[in-house]
């Protein structure tokens, strides 16, 4: 019964965090941003501030469509769904064989949750944002799917636990974590990849007619996404190269590990986000593209044992 | 050659040629000789020509036969020798009350020798028109850079263009009664007659859908209205409408100010460029007194002058940056920019509206000790913008974003009589400061500095001429400071000349700001037309746009560095009641308690 106490605090704290630490890396982005600009920025919490103020908020719903008001409830249930097949110290709070699958799917589920919101309205700033996030899901997916490819079968199992325990380090994973850092960063639409959101062009695209209580949920289910994103990189990262993980003690030290590299990464994506301009969606597609071919080369020599 | 007694005799008409106290009995032969091309000119439309006057200097009239307009505005637009030569803007004006006649009268800046401010001129060319048939042939067919000016001209004095190929409103809204002309003399200009709202938008293009930009949108920052019609993301075709926040300026300025209270309103046409205005203001009426002003003035204009453009450009770039979500970049253009407005707030009192303008010089002195200062924030500017543009222009994204993109080629930005940095980035060797004689109002004649002009045409190519004038400027402002002469900062004003015109002219930030004067009795201004850059420069954004992605247009727009308030000359009134009404800080908090959990 031990085991199982155990294995329920790590998942309550893995719970835990993917609720409540999300907005506040965002608080660490706004902030750093705010430095490199020359400014002082909001406080940490502020996105949190933010998101209580949504969601005392009520809703304007420009449209009959159900769709629209459920849409940002089931991107935000996706996008738990996939913080909670990842691995928290050695637990993950929902394990079975395959989860690898589910857990890009879950993702995937975001966008094409904010992609039918773009759609359910009448207005052509929602529908070109929504035209633009399946640009890039069409473009960057293939290439998880083939980078998650990779690492599947070097460590001959689908499944996250099995994974992140059989790794072997060979080049080919090597080079696959160095593009997978770029797919999931554009999965994840900082800049210079938030072409679907962008105010300045499409005015918040899908998120454009949204406002109140839907809007909070929605930024909310964005923020987890982009947590469980970041937070399955790092376990990647961190975890195989660690050796079996079979005491409390030394899973709840992986676990602070993986909480500090997360939280260490956020500077430098902010970094990025300030010091980049926003690309094009045609450029963004002809980059995914170009990247594709690189995964199918690292694939070919993950086939050939390297 | 035809003497002007013999014309007298053809034609009877005289030659006012030059009351201005420079010469006051100059033949027909001396004005025809003094600058090239007139002559030829004079030959080509010897039998239209009624008369030919000298307002002031280096600004010419030919009073010609309405019938030949179009011809003679494109014998000089397209004159092979003056390549440069650009449609200005028009002016109609109401003469009625005078002579019983309407006037339309387009005038152009014709470049003998770019940048040579002693060879160049003013044309204008003045047409008469009956006071029951107020029509002339329209240019607009042939020369694009007359359609928004002949559609104005339309609008607010009732004008008929003849053959207009748009004849859509475009200053007044499409719910404005029929002939009801606000710019004509017998209209009150109280008087704002509101009928049901209506909209006069041009068809969706079969095959495409469209994207409104505006009337309010997030990457254009006053109230214009882009309609896109779009295929996917490429840009097929654009239909503008703007003119929302037209404030009827001129109207308020002619009749009911005195020339010096004009000034003041001239300052607040616009919010960042509004000194140039001023000037463009001042130096007309200067010219029509026929005074001199002081060296010192002359060198305090133009030193606030460049020190606008220097912060108006930095403003600029930050913009631009914002709007391809280079955020970083527009914080820090901003940041470098501050110290110049605590810089002009030391010289004038004030961060914008400086008001240190008057007819005839300037408000104050500047002080010796504050020269060191002056020279320490431009010094700091030039080194903190080098560093922002070798961290700007390295960023790869920007660029990307930048290059190759809204491409105005040369030939579409001479039609469209395109100005400024824009027209420079097409290739164009324009510059006001040094094409017409700046020389009374301004001392650009005094200092050295260089024109830039780029190729290519695209957003890139106005990012770098700005980025190279903002230097030039800093250079203008040391010699300056430098060279500052002694004396006096103003000259005394008498009594203006009745029923007299001429224009005054800046190159402002965004291009050539032009200010035309026609004085009434009793040192009123009997007709004002103000022509801000951004309305030459508008009209072609839809050629800019045409072909590229819909994320390119907030660039592209802001890439010509529009000023809507400027170009509608636009007070905000209550359209219920048509008075003009402003709610107190306390009333508006009143308001938003009482609506609370609505907003």
């Known amino acids: 019964m031990e085991i199982d106490a155990v294995k329920l605090g790590f998942s309550l704290v893995g719970i835990i965090l993917l609720l409540f630490l999300p907005p506040y890396l965002d608080g660490i982005a706004r902030r750093v941003r705010a430095r490199l600009q020359y400014r002082r920025g909001p406080p940490l919490s502020q996105t949190w501030y933010d998101l209580q103020k949504l969601f005392a908020l009520p809703s304007v719903r420009p449209t009959a469509s159900t769709l629209f008001t459920w849409a940002p409830y089931l991107a935000l249930a996706s996008s738990i769904s996939a913080a909670l097949l990842l691995p928290y110290g050695n637990v993950i709070p929902v394990n079975f064989g395959f989860n690898l699958v589910v857990f890009f799917y879950v993702v995937v589920m975001v966008s094409v949750f904010l992609i039918l919101a773009g759609l359910s309205v009448q207005n052509a700033f929602s529908h070109i944002g929504s035209s633009r996030e399946m640009q890039i899901v069409l473009t960057v997916e293939p290439l998880i799917a083939i980078l998650y490819g990779v690492l599947a079968y070097n460590a001959g199992s689908l499944s996250i636990s099995e994974i992140v325990r059989n790794l072997h380090p060979t080049p080919s994973v090597l080079l696959t974590y160095a593009i997978l850092a770029y797919a999931l960063y554009v999965e994840s639409g900082f800049v210079p990849f938030d072409v679907a959101e962008a105010e300045q062009e499409v005015i918040g695209g899908p998120l454009g007619e949204y406002s109140g209580r839907l809007l909070g949920v929605f930024y909310y289910a964005i923020y987890i996404k982009r947590f469980a994103l970041l937070w399955f990189f790092v376990s990647l990262l961190t975890l195989p190269w660690l050796g079996p993980i079979d005491t409390a003690v030394k899973a709840a030290l992986v676990l602070a590990l993986q909480f500090l590299l997360t939280i260490a990464f956020y500077p430098i994506i902010a970094a990025l986000e300030a010091t980049n301009a926003r690309l094009r969606v045609d450029h963004i597609v002809k980059m995914n593209v170009r990247m594709f071919f690189a995964g199918l080369v690292v694939l070919a020599m993950a086939f050939m044992g390297w | ?599």
């Open chain 2, 1 to 599: 050659m035809v003497r002007t007694n013999d014309l007298e005799a053809h034609f009877g008409f005289e030659c006012r040629a030059c009351e201005n106290g420079h010469c006051n009995k100059a033949s027909l032969e001396t004005i025809l000789g003094e600058r090239e091309g007139l002559e030829e000119f004079y030959e080509a439309f010897k039998e239209h020509i009624r008369e030919c006057k000298r307002m002031t200097y280096g600004q010419y009239m030919f009073i010609i036969d309405r019938e030949v307009l179009p011809e003679a505005v494109l014998w000089w637009h397209n004159h092979p020798k003056f390549k440069e030569t650009h449609l200005s803007t028009a002016v109609g004006t109401d003469e009625r009350p005078l002579d019983g006649k309407f006037v339309y009268m387009p005038f152009l800046s014709v470049q003998v020798e770019p940048l040579n401010m002693d060879r160049n001129y003013w044309m204008f060319l003045k047409a008469y028109m009956p006071a029951d048939d107020p029509s002339f042939p329209s240019v607009a067919a042939r020369l694009p850079a007359a359609l928004w000016i002949e559609r104005e001209v339309k609008d607010l004095l009732g004008f008929r263009p003849v053959d207009h190929p748009d004849p859509r409103r475009l200053i007044l809204p499409e719910d404005w009664p029929e002939g009801v002309y606000p710019l004509r003399k017998d209209m009150d200009y109280k008087h704002s007659p509101v009928t049901e709202p209506k909209t006069e938008y041009r068809e969706t293009p079969e095959g495409t859908s469209l994207v409104p930009m505006g009337p309010v949108h997030a990457g254009v920052e006053e109230p214009a209205h882009f309609r896109l019609f779009v295929k996917g993301e490429e840009i097929i075709d654009v239909d503008y409408r703007g003119f929302y926040s037209h404030r009827g300026i001129e109207k308020t300025g002619e009749g009911r100010l005195t020339y010096n209270q004009v000034l003041f309103l001239a300052e607040r046409i616009c919010g960042i460029c509004g000194y140039q205005h001023s000037v463009s203001y001042a130096m007309a009426v200067e010219r029509l007194a026929d005074v001199e002003i002081p060296d010192r003035a002359r060198y305090i204009r133009t030193l606030m002058l460049e020190l606008e453009r220097i912060h108006n450009h930095l403003l600029w770039v930050g913009i631009a940056a914002h709007l391809v979500g280079y955020d970083t970049g527009f914080m820090h253009a901003w940041r470098i920019r501050e110290p110049v407005m605590w810089l002009v707030e030391r010289l004038t009192g004030n961060r914008k509206q400086y008001g240190m303008n008057i007819v005839g010089g300037v408000r104050r002195d500047l002080l010796d000790y504050r020269k060191e200062e002056v020279l320490n924030v431009v010094k700091r500017i030039r080194e903190e913008t080098k560093t922002f543009l070798d961290i700007a222009l390295n960023t790869n994204t920007f660029i990307k974003r930048a290059e190759g993109v809204g491409i105005l080629p040369y030939k579409v930005a001479k039609a469209y009589s395109v100005l400024g940095p824009t027209a420079r980035a097409s290739g164009r060797r324009i510059d006001a400061r040094l094409d017409q004689a700046t020389k009374t109002a301004m001392a650009y004649n005094e200092v050295d500095f260089k024109v830039p002009v780029y190729k290519e045409g695209d957003v890139l190519a106005r990012v770098l001429v700005r980025m190279d004038e903002l230097f030039e400027s800093i250079w203008i402002v040391e010699q300056l400071i430098d060279g500052m002469p002694g004396g006096d900062i103003f000259t005394p004003i008498g009594k203006l000349p009745e029923y007299e015109e001429a224009l005054g002219f800046t190159e402002a930030h965004r291009g050539e700001v032009v200010h035309y004067v026609m004085t009434g009795e009793k040192n009123k201004v009997y007709r004002w037309k103000v022509r801000a850059p951004t309305y030459n420069n508008l009209p072609a954004i839809p050629e800019m746009l045409k072909g590229y992605h819909v994320a390119d247009a907030p660039l592209i727009i802001a890439s010509i560095d529009p000023c809507y308030s400027c170009t509608e000359r636009v007070q905000f009134v209550d359209v219920k009641t048509g008075r003009v009404r402003i709610l107190t800080e306390a009333e508006f908090n009143e308001l938003s308690i009482e609506n609370r959990g609505v907003f």
